[in-house]
T-cell receptor, first 110, second 114 residues
Framework: GQNIDQPTEMTATEGAIVQINCTYQTSGFNGLFWYQQHAGEAPTFLSYNVLDGLEEKGRFSSFLSRSKGYSYLLLKELQMKDSASYLCALDPGGSYIPTFGRGTSLIVHP | EAGVAQSPRYKIIEKRQSVAFWCNPISGHATLYWYQQILGQGPKLLIQFQNNGVVDDSQLPKDRFSAERLKGVDSTLKIQPAKLEDSAVYLC????????????FGPGTRLTVT
């Protein structure tokens, strides 16, 4: 099985940069997802990393290191609307079905 | 483009009662998923359909949960009888094909079992 660990909650200031870490233990996986979920809303897809390294998409970037069992989501130029839960998830079998962690609740304050 | 539609948005029932949820995926999306999200946790896959066939239902508690997608479009998820631990948000998602990594989620149905 998989074990995914993320901080439960983080706070950051508007305009700043925040890094949300995700560590995992698994026997193998095809890729790693990041999803954003605002309170009371559906998750929305942010990224899917297969290869090691950093993938940038606008203000959001996602990094994967398979050798270290580690990923992070980097959010730049934080905005109030970025306050949400950020879910790290593994794709264990290559079927693109995410196995989610508990998520990190990010609070952005002025 | 219309998103994934779900109804009802909220439902409160007593334990041992039955409940059904409905999902209409994005037009043209062949693959449909039902997830259960308990408060404070990430979503957990219950069942995956490809058109009207079941691809994976290994985590569906089949003694009380059932799901169907008769015409390969809309889907219903039923719980009978409900237990207190079924209180959760039930999310429906769809993707264009089964090997697409981008799933589109609906707003969910929040179920409270008392």
């Amino acid at each position: 099985g998989q074990n995914i660990d993320q901080p439960t909650e983080m706070t950051a200031t508007e305009g700043a940069i925040v890094q949300i870490n995700c560590t995992y233990q698994t026997s193998g996986f095809n890729g790693l997802f990041w999803y954003q979920q605002h309170a009371g809303e559906a998750p929305t897809f942010l990224s899917y990393n297969v290869l090691d390294g950093l993938e940038e998409k606008g203000r959001f970037s996602s990094f994967l290191s398979r050798s270290k069992g580690y990923s992070y989501l980097l959010l730049k130029e934080l905005q109030m609307k970025d306050s949400a839960s950020y879910l790290c998830a593994l794709d264990p079998g290559g079927s693109y079905i995410p196995t989610f962690g508990r998520g990190t609740s990010l609070i952005v304050h002025p | 483009e219309a998103g994934v539609a779900q109804s009802p948005r909220y439902k409160i029932i007593e334990k041992r009662q039955s409940v059904a949820f409905w999902c209409n995926p994005i037009s043209g999306h062949a693959t449909l998923y039902w997830y259960q999200q308990i408060l404070g946790q990430g979503p957990k896959l219950l069942i995956q359909f490809q058109n009207n066939g079941v691809v994976d239902d290994s985590q569906l508690p089949k003694d009380r949960f059932s799901a169907e997608r008769l015409k390969g479009v809309d889907s219903t998820l039923k719980i009978q009888p409900a237990k207190l631990e079924d209180s959760a948000v039930y999310l429906c998602a769809s993707s264009l094909v089964g090997n697409s990594y981008e799933q589109y989620f609906g707003p969910g149905t929040r179920l409270t079992v008392t």
